[in-house]
């Protein structure tokens, strides 16, 4: 048997994987790096950006391009706002505890899948991809608009970075997460910041669940496995590092990937979900940073 | 020695009242009360740990379901008899969670509860992996021979709900006075100083770690000893028992009734599970009311309702 063909597909998958869970994992550890909040209902932002781009699929009229257009700016927007509204009507009312804000982002978890269940139903729903093209390899076609979401990704990452390094709102966030205090006494809307940053990372995950949506089908339980691989991701790449969220997304995703094609899926979940527990228990500051220097 | 005799008292009050119930309750409440003290002793389990010792799991599904499957497993493939299923489940929980307390302990915090999370989530994830021995999604149903044992010469049915409820009722009624012993002795201090602070704990010449994993094996065995009970009890095993949302059960019946308080899980359970069975009639989303009072609870009662009264009326009450 000639090995080739599967490695270059698998190859190809955990490059799709690993981009889509670069910006849903870039969420979570935004949200964690500003606000010390580990948001368990991050799965469920992204489950809501691919419903919201089946229903524009769904009742837009036109070719598919429209709706998908249309996805990806409804989505990021709607889902944005109700994280703000969530922001401030529930964590910043308890002050950002960290045991208060876990149970509490749990609750949210159920409040939008359940919402999602009532509002779209419990079947899944497929969206057509905005185009289709084959790209031929010598052993089998590939969708091009999954390469397509790869280029997507990488461009709103290095919009991410770009906002975070040249930009003022980015320089607020930065100061934020460097010294809230310090932040504080020089005037910086720390409670903005806070709910600008939880909409930015709800944001992103929207973005990854429209992007993903051609390609798997809608449903109002699909943002759990999502959660469980951006954490997988997030933690080994250290809690809150960008660079080191990046390197662990391509890694986690490539060799879920392969670990999926040539094993099981389970199994490959189960690999990572260990790795995990055992990086936070022997490695706290993950796999790519330096001990007391973090990007 | 008894340290709280008023406390005492009102657990035994309590186990009374409860005996009574099924002699005035319909036969479909009774086996709904059956459940109920089952999944309070695993929410007692949970205390130990979240009320007693301050940490914060997320994962204590895990050790529901090692005594689910370690106790329903063994009767299904090697056909022990109840009582000693019921032991192996009790042993392997044991053991499981002295395990993970010696790794996950090495953590605190938001870690903690990662990490707890995370061994939760692959225990489940492998009992479905391993679908060819544990039935998986599926579960399985134990054979006919192994829903009835006897004790002392008479016959206990399994499927019987008069004796399933006393049956619960007495393992309820034992591992709430061996949690009232436990609690309101030198180890339950222990346990609250840790909970309170740490440092200074540790500053007294105590080894904090090996006090909190006591803690995490006592929760955990516990826990465990609730998933065997409730696997021989109803006959069943399958991983949804194993999975996010029983973690999440013990969390939200422990918050509910008060954490750090005794009777706090039983209360819990009970208001929930009624709560829960009444709008699962009503709507499909059910689990939606699940996430508004786990919100609404930790914003303006975050001691619970046994721990409220405590603050106000009853200091007695731990």
Known sequence: MDLAPYLLLAGLEGLVQASVLMLTALGLSLVFGVMRVVNVAHGEFYMLGALIAWACGAYIPGPPVLGFVAGLLVAPLAVGALAWAADRAVLQKIGYNPEGTIVSTIGMLYILQQGALLTFGPDARAVDAPFYYTIRTPWFGYSSYKLFTVAVAILLVAGLWLLMR?????????????????????????????????????????????????????????????????????????????????????????????????????????????????????????????????? | MIHNGRLFALILATIAVLFALQFALSDYLVLAATRILIMAVFAMGYNMLMGYAGLLSLGHAMFFGAGLYAAGLSSYYWGSSLPVSFLIGILASAAFSFVIGLLALRTTGVSFMIVTLMFAQAAYLATLYFSRITGGDQGLTLPTDARSFSLLGHQMDMTSDPVRFNLALAIFALVLVFMFFVTQGPLGRLFAAVRENEPRTRMLGFDTYRVRLAAFTISGTVSGLAGALYGLVFGYIGSAFAGFHYSIEALLFTLVGGPGTLLGPLLGTTVMTMLIDRLSGLTTAY????????????????????????????????
Request: no cysteine; glycine share 10%; hydrophobic share 55%.
């Open chain 2, 287 to 318: 689990l939606m009311i699940v996430g508004v009072i786990l919100i609404l609870v930790n914003r303006w009662f975050p001691k619970g309702i046994l721990g409220t009264i405590r603050e106000r009326a009853l200091p007695w009450l731990k």
């Open chain 1, 166 to 295: 040249k930009s003022k709102v980015g320089l607020l966030m930065r100061a934020t997460q460097f010294d809230r205090e310090t932040a504080l006494n020089f005037g910086i809307p720390v409670g903005k910041v806070y709910s600008a940053v939880f909409a930015i990372g709800a944001m992103m995950a929207a973005v990854a669940g429209v992007l993903v949506v051609p390609n798997q089908q809608a449903h109002y339980l699909m943002g759990t496995d999502p959660l469980l691989l951006s954490f997988v991701v997030v933690i080994v790449g250290g809690l809150g590092s960008i660079p080191g969220t990046i390197a662990a997304a391509v890694l986690i995703g490539l060799s879920d990937g392969l670990l999926s094609v040539f094993f099981s899926p389970t199994l490959a979940k189960i690999v990572s979900t260990l790795l995990v527990a055992l990086v936070l228990i022997f490695r706290p500051e993950g796999l790519f940073t330096v001990k007391g220097r973090r990007a």
